[in-house]
């Protein structure tokens, strides 16, 4: 069973920037695409960034530019900077850990909030 810790997370003003990491235990860590997801009250959960198991990154247009994922295979772990962030960045953050027919795991969640 795979099990995920999200960690990180906290207050910060506009322009700010914040590192969230997402410890990862079970499973096996290198076979596994890594994503970030967010949650802010009231909407829909939404990926904002992914790491395939060979280090190809997506995100979604609100993020590119400002945010990176990237993943230590050897520490088995994942983390999102994030830089330039905006009150609309505000939301809980979720760490996923997902392989085909094998695991579909979620952290707890750390929450950042942007101040204006």
């Known amino acids: 069973q795979v099990q995920l810790v999200e960690s990180g997370g906290g207050l910060v003003q506009t322009g700010g920037s914040l590192r969230l990491s997402c410890a990862v235990s079970?499973?096996?860590?290198?076979?596994?695409?890594m994503n970030w997801y967010r949650q802010a009250p009231g909407k829909q959960r939404e990926l904002v960034a992914t790491i395939s198991v060979g280090g190809i990154t997506n995100y979604p247009d609100s993020v590119k530019g400002r945010f990176t994922i990237s993943r230590d295979n050897a520490k088995k772990a994942v983390y999102l900077q994030m830089n330039s962030l905006k009150p609309e960045d505000t939301a809980v953050y979720y760490c996923?850990?997902?392989?085909?027919?094998?695991?579909?795991?979620w952290g707890q969640g750390t929450q950042v909030t942007v101040s204006s």
């Open positions: 079970g499973g096996i860590f290198s076979l596994t695409v």
């Open positions: 996923n850990a997902r392989r085909a027919q094998v695991t579909d795991s």
